[in-house]
T-cell receptor
């Protein structure tokens, strides 16, 4: 069973700061998701990656398969980025085991 | 942009009652999932569904739970006899064919069992 750990659990930043959220997992995976959960509870998929790096606007996600580690970066943070950011991994080989195992989430608060 | 929808957004029920949570996945997706999140806890996988049958399920998904795709567009989760500990946010998700595993989540149904 994959164990997914996120750090930090809580993060408070000033508007404009560069933010990094980390995720590590215990067992090899076929894909890793970064998700955003807003106070109302809805979940939005930000990235899915299995290697390298992806960028979308001010968000950057990287993954190091050998080290079993991924990071989510937010550049020029803004109060509207305040949310819970969740890492979720899919274990198993391609075509099997599609279920996701979730981390506990990182509560990000960006102050104006 | 296509999205996963869920109804109702909030369901209150009494212990022992049956509830059905409904989801409309993205129309050309083939894989469907239910997850739940108890307040303050991690999101947990319940079940995945493909080709009109369950493909994976967790230990949480016991005989009290069932899933169905009754009409080719809806995907439902039924809890036969609700317990207090079933109170949670239930998320439906869907994903496309073999080459695309990204899962798209619905807004969730908050189930409160009293």
């Amino acid at each position: 069973k994959n164990e997914v750990e996120q750090s930090p659990q809580n993060l408070t930043a000033q508007e404009g700061e560069f933010i990094t959220i980390n995720c590590s997992y215990s067992v090899g995976i076929s894909a890793l998701h970064w998700l955003q959960q807003h106070p109302g509870g809805g979940i939005v998929s930000l990235f899915m990656l299995s290697s390298g790096k992806k960028k979308h606007g001010r968000l950057i996600a990287t993954i190091n398969i050998q080290e079993k580690h991924s990071s989510l970066h937010i550049t020029a943070s803004h109060p509207r980025d305040s949310a819970v950011y969740i890492c979720a991994v899919r274990s198993g080989s391609s075509g099997s085991a599609r279920q996701l195992t979730f981390g506990s989430g990182t509560q990000l608060t960006v102050l104006p | 942009e296509p999205e996963v929808t869920q109804t109702p957004s909030h369901q209150v029920t009494q212990m022992g009652q049956e509830v059905i949570l409904r989801c409309v996945p993205i129309s050309n997706h083939l894989y469907f999932y239910w997850y739940r999140q108890i307040l303050g806890q991690k999101v947990e996988f319940l079940v995945s569904f493909y080709n009109n049958e369950i493909s994976e399920k967790s230990e949480i998904f016991d005989d009290q739970f069932s899933v169905e795709r009754p009409d080719g567009s809806n995907f439902t989760l039924k809890i036969r006899s609700t317990k207090l500990e079933d109170s949670a946010m239930y998320f439906c998700a869907s994903s496309g064919a073999e080459s695309s595993y990204e899962q798209y989540f619905g807004p969730g149904t908050r189930l409160t069992v009293t």
